[in-house]
């Protein structure tokens, strides 16, 4: 295997590397097509690591992923995975909106649907300001809900992800994230940066608006541990009484529905949610632990009255 230097400039190396598609391909497909190859492999990695049993889920991502791969050498594919390598060392040297900043730098974002991020230093004091002191909510609950309805990259979240480090946890165990975006292309980029990161959460290429759906996927941590993250989607569901009604659910390895539905994403509020455990007790329900990860999310309903205690990003 050949070595390459050391990398002192992982934006400069990343940005070096894909403008030499730049003679005989566009820079903005190139980087597109990276972003759902980027994606793709990195979703099925918990299947070739055998954490989890393959599903339908794998057999889509991965037809995805070869149609996506069809289009280019095995050279350019050499150079798809430097990009991907150098994204991931970036990442976990410094917690920033690495991919975001790189998108911006090489003019391909679309600017006539608006897309024009937020620097990460904003992100990241907005985060600062609107998450505050999260002891108290970690000490009652064990973890806190983000919901990001316009994700862009995933800066928010990334930046929350940092803001929750920075008060001694980490937040791939005590925080949990819904994300929405109308391109592909960031929804990709945010589900790759927060996948990277380890952080637990859904991704949805979606409109928050009209709450259509086309896509979605887990991160990987989600269905590494699907016992936390089940009990995280159990405690957004709008009232016990809504959990009571819920039914028997299919072992994973049966057929799944498509897609979970669209939801309104926001940062719940914790306070909300005592008052709802104040009610009285539903019946009991069997245990979700085991549940399908995808098939809960189907289920969760939000209570629309909760929009106005919660807070919005």
Request: glycine share 6%; proline share 6%.
């Amino acid at each position: 295997m050949r070595k390459h230097p050391p990398i002192k400039d992982y934006a400069q190396e990343f940005k070096k590397l894909i403008a030499g598609f730049h003679h005989n391909r566009n820079i903005r497909d190139v980087f597109v097509d990276w972003l759902e190859v980027a994606a793709c492999a990195i979703h099925q990695e918990p299947y070739h690591l055998g954490l989890v049993p393959r599903d339908t889920d794998f057999d889509k991502v991965e037809a995805e992923y070869m149609a996506a791969i069809k289009k280019y050498t095995k050279e350019e594919l050499d150079v798809f995975a430097r990009l991907f390598g150098i994204t991931k060392m970036a990442l976990w040297e410094k917690k920033t909106d690495f991919l975001g900043q790189i998108y911006m730098d090489l003019e391909i974002s679309n600017d006539r649907s608006g897309e024009f991020f937020t620097p990460f230093e904003v992100s990241l004091m907005m985060a600062k300001m609107l998450l505050g002191d999260i002891s108290s909510h970690i000490q009652e609950k064990g973890f806190i809900t983000i919901g990001e309805p316009a994700c862009g990259g995933g800066g928010m979240l990334v930046a929350a992800a940092k803001v929750i480090e920075e008060q001694g946890y980490h937040p791939g165990e005590v925080m949990f994230f819904d994300a929405t975006d109308i391109s592909k292309a960031c929804a990709s980029m945010a589900y790759l940066q927060t996948s990277i990161l380890g952080l637990s959460g859904i991704v949805r290429h979606g409109n928050s608006l009209s709450l259509e759906q086309w896509n979605s996927k887990f991160t990987p941590v989600c269905r590494a541990f699907p016992a936390r993250t089940n009990a995280m989607i159990d405690s957004i569901t709008a009232t016990k009484a809504e959990k009571s009604q819920k039914h028997d659910l299919p072992t994973p390895t049966m057929p799944q529905q498509e897609q979970p539905p669209m939801q309104p994403a926001f940062m719940f509020n914790l306070e909300q949610e005592a008052l709802d455990r104040e009610q009285p007790k539903a019946p009991d329900r069997p245990d979700a632990s085991s549940k399908p990860i995808r098939k809960l999310a189907q289920e969760t309903e939000v209570d629309p009255s909760a929009l106005e205690q919660g807070r919005l990003f």
